[in-house]
Every structure is written in C-alpha cells, then in structure tokens.
C-alpha cells in the first residue's frame, strides 16, 4: 500500500477517515470543537454536506440516508447530542442499513461551551457501542472502522472526541486508496424494523440487548482495545488523550488503552487487572471506567486522587500519582524551564465583544434601560462582560425566548415590560423558533430581540437558514423575519427590523415595543466584523 504522511488535526483526520469510507451523506450543526469536521468533509468530491437547523435535525437527515443505503456521518459538539438525544435512542432500535457514525466532541475544561458533559454516559444509557481515538491517525482509522462496525452489527456508532484530540496535531498515513465499491442504495421497505410502533419496539428492544451481547463478547478480537503489559506493580486503564499523558509520564506502566469505550469486556479488563497490584483509572471527567470496573469486582483507584472537573495534563497526572511508582516519572523539561514558567506571570485577558461589533449597540442599550435580559449561546453572550454587564441568565441554544416567558409569568402584569430575550440569528434558527410559537400561543408580552450579523460568528463564521447560504457558498432561500412573525400570529406593527449602526433608531424602537405590552419581535442587523473582512478579501 502507498501511503504519504501528513500533519493533521484529529477533526481533519475524521473527514479524511470518513471519505476513505466512501461516506456520501455529511451532516451537522456548527459546535466547538466539532466545527472543522465538515467544513473539512465539504472539500471532497462525492459527497454531500449540509449545515442543518440544528442537532436533532441532523441526525435525522444522516439517518434517513443510512436507512435507505447509503453511509451516513453526523457531527455535533456534547450539548448538541442533548439535542439529538430522541432520534439517538430509537435509531438503536431502528438499526441501519448504511453504516451510520455519530461524532460527539466533548469539551473538557469548557473552552468554548456552557458545561462540562461526558458523552460516554450516552453510549451506556443508549446501548450503543462507542470509540474513542487516542491520536489523529486512530481518529482517521477509527472512523472508518467505525462505519463497518456499525453495518455489521446493525448499529449506529458514536465516535467521541475531545478538545485536545479535536485541535491538537498529529502524523497520519494517508493512504493511496481509491472509495470502496459500496452495494447501490436504496430504500426496502421494513416495517417491523423501522416502524416503532410499541409492538414492533419491543422486539426491536430484544435485539438491541441481544446486539450489545454479541459485541462485548467480541472485543478481543476487535482491533480497537491496547494491551501493553510490562513488568510492573502498576496497571492503568485510561482512554483517548490521557493515553497519551500517561505513556509521556509513566512509560513503563502496564496500560489498557480502551479505544471502545462502551460496551466493555470483562474477559479482557479480567486478562489484564489479574497481572497487577495496583490499578488506576485514568479518564477525564467522571469515573466512567472507575464505576464499571468497580461492579465488575476490581480494585482500582481513580477519582479520589485525579480531579473530576476540568482536562487532564501530563504534570496533573505525574503530580497526583507519582508515590505509585518506584522510579521516578519522565519530565521532559530542564530544571530551568520549569523555573522560568512557574515565574511567569500573564495578565488576565477575559474574553469580550469585538471592536465595531454590532451587537455592542443594543447590549449597551439594554444595560441603560436596566431590563432583566434572558440571554442566549453565542458571541453575543459577552454582553454578560463589563462593561455593558447586561445578561442575567444564559442556560442552552434557544433558552432564552422560554426563560424571558418564565420571568414574565413570575413578574406578573406589572413586570411585563421589563424581561426581554437575546437570541443570534443561528440560535434562533436551531432553536428559538419554537419558544416564539410557544410565546404567541400562550399570549405572552415579551420582547424577542434577535441580533443578527449574518453568520454564526462564535464557531467560524458559518452561513445559516437567515443568511441566504449553504455550507458549500450556494446561494439558497434566507428566511423572512416578517413572515415568520406574521405566520405565529404577531401583529406587523410588533415585527421591526432596525440598523445596528443606528443606536439611535435601536432605542426608539425599542422603547415603542415595550410599551405596547404586546409579544413583539425586533431584529437588530449588522454584520459581524470579522466576516466582512472575510467577504472584502
């Protein structure tokens, strides 16, 4: 086989991983650090690509495509899997006839995102196997194994990421390889299997239980599970890019490095934690391993001694387990680089809003006007940032329009006026349009304000369902705000759309919808700066 060796992302490795698997469906919704999988995928021939409304949606799309033959990958950072999670649960039943692989990149320590969620729970909860690459090369191997798997065993797969693993860079062979032939698609009809009727679920829920047997049997002779015994009283089980800290730190400790995370094998973790006195579960996040290997009867030690909040580093893990070994851990770094970093001391530099930013209008007006503001996810939610200070709640994607009805309800008549909603034009696609149904049908009073600077800025600049463009530059149909305001009922005199770079005709119209104490929808335009440049060059 010839090959050449690249430096790639592990998001870059998994649409490179997918395409050689001859995958011709890719879907999505824009999440850090998930982003750069499909604006990766976009780029090859072949292949169809679509930034959907959201998660959910998503999936929905990816599993049509499998289920009428053809493979199918869907990706999403943790909080979008929250969103899939109904299609998710039943698509296990369903089973696939394509493969169909589902990409979830958790984010630790939450450089970009709302919490600190391990998918892994997901996977147990489904009962759906799940892989868990260590590097960029087993991201590109692992996703392609991933789409046999799941054929045949009748399953979609998971594939989980993380931030590191997402963004970091390593070698990957690329390989000179033409797409397999895959058999032609088509739609069978399948009732008993795709039709979840309660009668045809419970036979459906058998197999499922049948298939997670079959497959947790198998795993000694999947290639995805690492056996490196050593001459040692110290045995680790870890995963994903704490493999790699370990193997930095602790080089001649035994490891299990699982790259199946779920379903586990008691044969195999039994072969290796009998040949050690001491076992450690090393895992980012919560103690997912811990726990099971916990009920299957071993002693190990995890979370008492590494942090359960936050990621993992090799100094984190050298510190917390250092007394365990005989021989001291492998530091790479002179006494005097270690000197001079303890020393160093940067400035804090909190994030904030952009200069020329058009959403610094209206966070300044609302801070002035004093207004309770339920916000929302994106860029925009540094107007919670000094000095505009001006949000005071921010929960999940298209929160905002529900929580502003909860305080309106709370407040009472008297307080009708006072709580407002903040949603992005790309939140409101994913999400919002739903809560401003929900707030015309129960008669709510509530001012929805969307801000709008034509793309979703937060996750690279990527076109959405009211900018007028696909995912490939495609011109296609932006939506009306006004129409969509008339549709659910608003009267047109309550629908404005209004200049961000007017600050004066932002207030005015504003104030003008407040006092109508009538649900209303204002929509302040402005381009985001860093996407006008983009466009300028």
Request: aromatic share 8%.
């Amino acid at each position: 086989m010839v090959f050449t060796t690249k430096l790639l992302s592990g998001n870059e490795a998994i649409a490179l991983g997918a395409y050689e698997a001859g995958v011709k469906v890719g879907t999505g919704y824009p999440g850090t650090p998930s982003t750069q999988i499909l604006e990766v995928l976009t780029t090859f021939q072949d292949v169809y690509t679509e930034w959907s409304v959201n998660e959910k949606v998503a999936f929905e799309v990816a599993l049509g495509a499998s289920l009428a033959g053809v493979r199918a990958l869907v990706t999403m950072k943790h909080v979008g899997l929250n969103v899939a999670a109904d299609p998710l649960f039943t698509s296990v039943y369903t089973g696939v006839k394509g493969g169909l692989v589902i990409v979830v990149a958790d984010d630790p320590d939450m450089h970009s995102s709302q919490n600190e969620q391990d998918s892994r729970h997901y996977a147990r909860a489904a009962k759906i196997p799940m892989l868990e690459p260590a590097d960029s090369e087993e991201a590109r191997l692992f996703t392609r194994l991933a789409f046999e798997l799941s054929e045949q065993y009748d399953t979609p797969v998971l594939l989980r990421s993380t931030t590191r693993l997402s963004h970091g860079k390593s070698i990957v062979k690329v390989e000179d390889l033409k797409r397999p032939i895959l058999p032609q698609p088509g739609f069978t009809r399948n009732i008993a299997k795709y039709v979840m009727v309660p009668s045809n679920a419970r036979k459906r829920h058998q197999a499922v239980e049948e298939r997670l047997l079959r497959l947790s049997l198998a795993i000694p002779s999947l290639p995805f599970n690492l056996i490196e015994k050593q001459p040692s009283q110290v045995g680790i089980i870890t995963s994903g890019v704490c493999y790699q800290y370990v193997k930095e730190v602790f080089p001649e400790a035994a490891v299990l490095k699982l790259g199946l995370v779920w379903p586990l094998s008691l044969e195999q973790i039994r072969d290796f934690c009998n040949h050690y006195e001491n076992l450690f579960c090393i895992e980012e996040l919560d103690g997912f391993f811990e726990t099971e290997l916990k009920a299957f009867g071993f002693k190990v030690k995890g979370k008492e001694l590494l942090p359960v909040t936050g990621e993992y580093s090799p100094s984190i893990i050298k510190e917390r387990l250092a007394g365990y070994f005989q021989t001291k851990p492998v530091d790479h770094r002179s006494r005097q680089t270690q000197a001079s970093l303890s020393e160093l001391k940067l400035p804090p530099r909190p994030p904030a809003l952009c200069p020329g930013c058009p959403h610094r209008t209206i966070f300044k007006i609302l801070a002035e006007l004093g207004l309770v503001v339920a916000g929302d996810i994106g860029c925009y939610t540094l107007g919670v940032m000094p000095p505009f200070s001006a949000m005071d709640t921010c929960v999940e994607m298209g929160g905002s329009i529900g929580l502003a009805q909860g305080i309106e309800l709370a407040e009472g008549p008297e307080g009708q006026s006072k709580a407002v909603a903040v949603i992005g034009d790309s939140t409101f696609a994913h999400s919002g349009i739903t809560g401003l149904i929900n707030a015309a049908y129960n008669k709510r009073t509530s001012v929805i304000i969307v801000l709008d600077n034509n793309t979703t800025a937060m996750t690279g600049m990527q076109p959405n369902p009211f900018s007028g463009q696909r995912i490939n530059g495609e011109s296609t149909t932006a939506i009306d705000y006004r129409l969509l305001g008339q549709a659910v009922g608003l009267q047109d005199e309550n629908i404005r759309l209004v200049d961000a770079a007017r600050p004066e005709e932002v207030l005015t119209n504003l104030k003008e919808l407040l006092a109508t104490k009538r649900l209303s929808l204002l929509v302040v335009k402005g381009p985001c700066m860093i996407w006008k440049r983009k466009q300028k060059k």
